[in-house]
């Protein structure tokens, strides 16, 4: 039903997973920073090799067009991406396939295809990229009988309209990052939100499941540059006004951004633009002890420069993805602007940074236009690191490794006892579990109020009993999420993987009133159950 197959076992597309001598020498590297050599690669599973269930539905002959049972289009959507996912695939575990595999071409077919599997009384799961890492769009498994359908919103995927005055464009919810940007481009704009998933995931998607992306402070979720949506629910179709801001109560979009695809389906969108950025300016700063970076950064949040890019790489972070010198702990910050230049902004942050002992070893990159400029130097190591690291997930499950990121949100004044706290129950259980491992941290974004802690932790599991031992992992980590006071999730979305912690951190009454909303938009309950609150 494409040109272009994403992969089933790994990140990205099929024809961009790495060669077998990569997946071996990433599998090394990774088996020697865990002080382990005895490391296998088991064989990667073949497409024809599967023999899933037999679905359960027919199309009917008004939709069989849009439609596929293929075996491959069945498995493509029967995960997303979280290291479960990878692993049950990898091991060829399909024990709940989507029945069928809906391509919309169009809202009137969305339209329709919600109307077969109200009559079917099918589950209906919106897909945009499958990226998810919560275990957002696979098919409930909760003993129902009743079959699945995925509607993948890939051919959704135009820009319908741009708005030059306000700055703002109509688009479809399908559309992937690259071919957005590739239709805003010659128009001089960008949306200028790129999550690590932006090569393979949808503007929809971002909406659904409240995407962070590009920006570190100021325009950091994807709820900055939504104007209006449009939503196609089983009891009907809506659409927003479309307003730079409005007081009119409680906001129809907000209640849709982030509703996980249990309300509605979003099929278009108008977005907040920008210019495209003529200057940037970029810097890798070392610190030699972790606490002055972190102070460094709480008063560069607080300074009204907005950074761009405003990481923050502990020791160990810093040490796995080899920035700069691959000792201390750094901060990637960076500035850009469509208007000015920079070197303002900069040199005021680096002011900042010095008085805490923060260094410029490899100095500070200023530039104006061109769309690669900064990303040389220390930055451009990490940003690097950070675009590859998805396509090691297959080599991760290939040897047996369990590895997965835990992200929140904390205040400033929470934040030692939290960081502590998250790091030793997480080791503790890395220990217990693996018989120790690599753990890690880093901002991703940073508010005036407190930072967003990025927690990843590796180590090699027992075969057979992977999905076990990462359960643990993960438990233990967001289990002092919670007990200490930050959010399950920042960035990542709540899916099924974050429930439990979510149904702790979310107020009682408000479940109440979203299962109340829900019985409005969704009656018979067949939108992506199990996902928010209870079926």
């Not at 049972?69 to 695939?89: C, E, F, N, Q, V």
């Not at 509703?259 to 108008?270: F, Q």
């Not at 508010?447 to 993960?474: C, H, I, N, S, V």
Request: net charge neutral; glycine share 10%.
């Amino acid at each position: 039903m494409s040109d272009r197959r994403l992969s089933i076992w790994g990140w990205g597309y099929e024809d961009q997973q790495p060669t077998l001598d990569q997946r071996k020498a990433t599998a090394q590297a990774i088996a020697a920073s865990l002080n382990r050599s005895d490391v296998e690669l088991d064989p990667e599973p073949r497409v024809e090799d599967l023999k899933l269930r037999a679905s359960r539905l027919t199309p009917p002959a008004s939709l069989a067009a849009i439609c596929s049972t293929s075996t491959y289009d069945r498995a493509a959507h029967s995960y997303g991406k979280a290291m479960p996912d990878l692993i049950r695939a990898y091991r060829r575990q399909f024990p709940n396939p989507p029945d069928v595999v809906a391509f919309p071409r169009s809202e009137a077919d969305v339209v329709a295809l919600l109307d077969w599997c109200s009559s079917a009384n099918a589950f209906a799961i919106p897909f945009g990229g499958g990226s998810s890492v919560t275990g957002g769009v696979e098919p409930p498994s909760d003993g129902s009988q009743r079959a699945s359908v995925s509607i993948d919103l890939r051919y959704l995927n135009k820009v319908l309209e741009i708005d030059k005055t306000s700055r703002a464009a109509r688009i479809q919810a399908g559309v992937y990052g690259p071919a957005l940007e590739d239709q805003l481009r010659p128009h001089g704009y960008t949306l200028r939100h790129y999550p690590q998933s932006f090569e393979v995931s949808s503007l929809g998607g971002w909406i659904a499941t409240r995407s962070g992306g590009h920006f570190a402070s100021l325009y950091t979720h994807i709820d900055d540059f939504v104007e209006s949506l449009r939503v196609v629910t089983p009891s009907g179709t809506l659409e927003s006004r479309r307003l730079p801001g409005s007081g009119a109560g409680p906001s129809p979009d907000r209640m849709f951004i982030g509703s996980e695809g249990i309300l509605g389906i979003i099929t278009e969108a108008w977005m907040r633009l920008q210019d495209r950025p003529v200057y940037r300016a970029s810097a890798g700063v070392r610190f030699e002890k972790f606490e002055a970076a972190v102070t460094a950064v709480r008063l560069m949040s607080q300074s009204g420069l907005y950074p761009t890019n405003c990481r923050l790489l502990d020791p160990m972070e810093v040490k796995r993805n080899k920035v700069g010198d691959g000792t201390g702990t750094m901060v990637m910050l960076g500035f850009e602007s469509a208007d000015h230049p920079l070197d303002a902004w900069m040199n005021r942050a680096l002011e900042c940074c010095r008085d805490h002992g923060g260094t410029t070893p490899n100095g500070v990159i200023i530039k104006g236009g061109g769309e690669t400029a900064g990303r040389e130097g220390s930055v451009g190591d990490w940003r690097d690191a950070f675009i590859r690291m998805p396509y090691q997930f297959i080599s991760m499950a290939a040897m047996g490794a369990i590895f997965d990121t835990v992200e929140s949100s904390i205040t400033w004044e929470r934040f030692d006892a939290f960081y502590a706290g998250v790091m030793d129950a997480t080791r503790k259980a890395l220990d217990e579990v693996c018989g120790g491992g690599i753990l890690s941290c880093r901002f991703t974004h940073i508010y005036p109020d407190g930072p967003a802690p990025y927690f990843t932790f590796l180590g090699l599991g027992k075969r057979g009993g992977e999905l076990e031992q990462w359960k643990a992992l993960k438990s233990a980590a967001c289990d002092a999420v919670i007990r200490l006071g930050g959010t399950i999730t920042h960035h990542h979305s709540v899916g099924r993987v974050h429930k439990p912690w979510y149904d702790q951190q979310r107020p009682d009454l408000f479940a109440a009133a979203l299962r109340a909303a829900k019985a409005a938009l969704d009656p018979q309950g067949m939108l992506n159950p199990g996902v928010l609150i209870d079926p």
